[in-house]
């Protein structure tokens, strides 16, 4: 699993290569929320393009990310380009509700 | 039904093996030529059930964890098994959303997975002696 925190302005853009279960979650939640830290940004977007396998570990991994953009507040948390494998696991959470959802990481710059 | 084919694995209770116990059943089954979507299944409900063990049966603790796949026919039974706390109401922690570790970014959703994309899930416990989870998935041709 590889993780690279992007620091876009008012966007930390992370994108995620390899498995999301509760070994990689950990890992995750502390190179995100070290990185959300030292920058600037507001919001956070995370690529799903190359997550090969997520689990419920990855939603609360999500769920985490949404608290740490709250704590600082007025931000939002985009998730951009998953497949449908993820998609399955992200709407039978509800996260749909506090999480929006972008095609391509562009779009979702765009909708911030 | 007879029984095909049987295997099963003893692994120690860490987060790595989650990855090594779905890739071990997913590679057990590859004999029925399933389709992409129904492996996806099968690993992430045994990395739902060995994450539970891993976390909520021992704790992050030391700890064993059986895994025991049984194909007859076109019919898998998975079963994981831990000696761990156990569970003291099976109904309230199959329910959605039901977690008793919010504080470790749980979100109580493994349960619901494991109903959803398996054909049958059977829970039994003994508090303070551990957990079996017990799924059927039938592959069709
Ligand atoms: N093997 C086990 N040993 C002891 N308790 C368990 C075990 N498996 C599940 N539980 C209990 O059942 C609850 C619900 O499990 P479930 O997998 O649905 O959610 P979770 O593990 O809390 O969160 P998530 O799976 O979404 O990360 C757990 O919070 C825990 O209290
Ligand atoms: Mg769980």
């Known amino acids: 699993m590889e993780i690279k925190c992007e620091d876009g302005g008012k966007n930390l853009i992370v994108f ?13 939640k502390r190179k995100v929320d070290k990185s959300f830290e030292r920058s600037n940004a507001k919001n956070i977007i995370i690529s799903f393009k190359n997550v090969s396998f997520m689990d419920s570990s990855g ?22 380009e998953m497949t449908a494998g ?10 749909s509700k506090i999480i929006s959802r972008a095609a391509t990481v562009e ?6 | 039904m007879g029984i095909d084919n049987e295997m099963k694995v003893t692994f120690s209770a860490k987060s790595e093996n989650e990855s090594f116990a779905r890739v071990c059943a ?6 029925l030529n399933p389709t992409v ?9 045994v990395s ?41 109401n099976i109904a309230l922690a199959m329910e959605p959303l039901y977690t008793s ?33 017990r799924m059927k998935k039938i592959f069709n041709t």
């Open chain 2, 37 to 45: 979507g129904d492996i996806e299944d099968v690993k992430t409900a």
């Open chain 2, 26 to 31: 997913a590679a057990f089954v590859t004999v």
């Open chain 1, 86 to 95: 993820i998609s399955r696991i992200f709407d039978m959470s509800g996260l």
């Open chain 1, 16 to 28: 995620i290569t390899g498995d999301i279960d509760h070994h990689s979650a950990q890992e995750i």
């Open chain 2, 101 to 133: 570790r919010p504080e470790l970014e749980r979100s109580g959703m493994g349960f619901t997975v494991m109903e959803a994309f398996m054909d049958g899930i059977e829970v039994e416990s003994s508090p303070g002696h551990g957990t079996t989870v």
């Open chain 1, 107 to 112: 779009e979702a710059v765009r909708s911030l």
């Open chain 2, 48 to 88: 739902e059930a060995v994450t539970n063990a891993v976390i909520h049966g021992y704790e992050n603790t030391e700890g064993v964890v059986r895994m025991r796949c049984v194909l007859s026919g076109r019919e898998l039974m998975i079963e994981i098994e831990d000696d761990g706390a156990g569970i003291e």
């Open chain 1, 59 to 80: 939603i609360g991994m999500l769920m985490g990310r949404y608290k740490t953009i709250n704590y600082r507040g007025g931000g939002k948390l985009v998730a951009a």
